[in-house]
């Protein structure tokens, strides 16, 4: 018998501290956190960056990794056609998710003047027992 299992992770980041971390390494910061789709994206706005930073820890609590057990990169936000945002998993990621049976992973995003905050829930379906 099969049953699903659910599992969340969320995160909080200041919004000035991503900002600064812009300001201080550019480009090289950039090009080992986001994907190019979400560097066109977000254009350097600080809180669209900081929501897709909150939205790869939430991801990687949800798969249960934490930052060591996938990349960055390995976790990307994209949007829908609607503005929605959705998670597409690469690499380690994907592959975690594999061995995991995850069937579906939410997103939501939302930033203050200050804060950004990710909520993720990843779906799992499992043997029941096990």
Sequence with gaps: MRRLHLSTGVD??????IHRMVELYGQRFLDR???P???TYCRGRAPNLAARFAAKE???KSLGTG???VGWKDIEVVRAPSGAP???LHGRARLRAERLHVRE???SLTHSREYAVAFVVVQQEGLAGL
Excluded at 12 to 17: H, M, T
Aim: aromatic share 4%; no cysteine; glycine share 8%.
């Design 33 to 35: 956190i986001y994907t």
């Design 86 to 88: 959705s998670i597409e």
């Design 58 to 60: 939430a991801t990687m």
């Design 12 to 17: 909080i980041i200041e919004i000035p501290r």
């Design 37 to 39: 789709g979400e560097i």
């Design 105 to 107: 992973i939410s997103v």
């Design 67 to 69: 930052v060591r057990g």
